[in-house]
């Protein structure tokens, strides 16, 4: 369920209400059955509504504990027994319709002083001018809030971290000692869209961030909130300027990552993993702990534990090596 301090949950809703909200047509006459949330097919529970995207997730669907789902006409008949069919020609984007329609992130009041009354701010803590934070915040003492940075409604931020100017952090929780140079943006909607009707809509992003104690954020990065699991960044690791990290991506501890790094969404990153400049990782890739991402590389594949990879596509350093070579040589000896 997404964190009720960066949320807000509307009222229960009739599964018919759901059907006419995103006209969807029911596969059954339990209109009146009753939902109170969303979530993907394999963590929904009978009071969620779930959608399937495609044949690949059949298993989980026919497994899952969700009390209705979205679906194509071809998988009408597909849903387990407690699972309602509605049946759409673009089950995700009606499942972000009802997703809407259940959680609204929660916004500055702004009829509210910049600092908000209800906000818990420990003895020690430096705010700086046009500094703005959110109902329900927590920031720990000895922390610096530099000018124009900007906390959200439930961020926790811990003890001694360092904000610099024009930081925005929301749906984050956030350890000690934490650095966030200027510019930088944590807890953004992560990129989510499907086909609908109309066109292409936003998919809600309804996770959070977490950056575990003494992580380092550089100028002008970006690290994405999750799509419904959470943004994790482990201890220690150290994040260079002008960085993206997507949506449900998990970094592992003391990591770094130099300049115009991109992680793609739901990827996983162990241990003491480094990223040279540039270098791209496409999304559901799994980097083992202790590897190496050369400068530029361009990762569609999983890395194993240990492992030095570079080129496009990446692959193991000595063998793109050797490639880069033979075609060195081949161009020469045409010429």
């Not at 939902?35 to 509504?49: E, I, N, R």
């Not at 003895?123 to 046009?130: K, L, M, N, Y």
């Not at 720990?140 to 610099?164: H, W, Y």
Request: proline share 6%; aromatic share 6%.
């Amino acid at each position: 369920m997404p964190d009720p301090r960066f949320f807000l949950h509307s009222s229960p809703r009739s599964l018919a209400d759901l059907a006419s909200l995103s006209q969807a047509g029911l596969g059954d006459q339990a209109g009146a059955a009753i939902l109170s949330g969303v979530a993907p097919l394999g963590q929904a529970g009978s009071a969620d509504v779930s959608f399937l995207t495609g044949r690949r997730h059949l298993q989980t669907l026919l497994e899952t504990g969700a009390g209705a789902c979205f679906v194509s006409p071809e998988f009408a008949t597909a849903t387990p027994e407690g699972c309602h069919a509605l049946i759409t020609s673009f089950p995700q984007a009606a499942w972000a319709m009802v997703a809407d329609s259940f959680y609204q992130p929660l916004r500055h009041d702004p009829s509210a002083p910049a600092i908000h009354p209800e906000a818990e701010i420990e003895p020690g803590v430096e705010v700086g001018q046009g500094v703005v934070v959110g109902a329900g915040a927590r920031i720990g003492s000895g922390s610096r809030l530099a000018p124009g940075s900007v906390i959200g409604p439930g961020v926790c931020l811990g003890r001694d971290c360092r904000i610099g100017p024009r930081v925005v952090i929301g749906f984050a929780l956030i350890g000690d000692g934490v650095a966030i140079s200027a510019g930088a943006v944590i807890g953004e909607a992560g990129f989510g869209a499907a086909a609908g009707p109309r066109g292409v809509v936003d998919i809600p992003q309804l996770g959070r961030v977490i950056l575990q104690d003494n992580v380092t954020v550089g100028a002008n990065s970006c690290i994405d909130r999750g799509a419904f699991d959470d943004t994790t960044v482990g201890e220690n690791t150290k994040i260079d300027n002008l960085v993206h990290i997507a949506h449900n991506t998990r970094i592992g501890r003391n990591c770094v990552m130099a300049a115009f790094v991109g992680i793609s969404g739901s990827v996983t990153v162990g241990d003491g993993v480094s990223f040279g400049g540039k270098a791209g990782i496409a999304d559901h890739v799994t980097i083992g702990s202790g590897a190496s991402v050369g400068a530029g590389a361009g990762i569609i594949k999983n890395v194993p534990a240990g492992e030095v990879w570079s080129g496009y596509p990446g692959r193991p350093v000595r063998e793109w090596l050797k490639e880069t070579a033979w075609v060195a040589r081949a161009t020469r000896r045409k010429g």
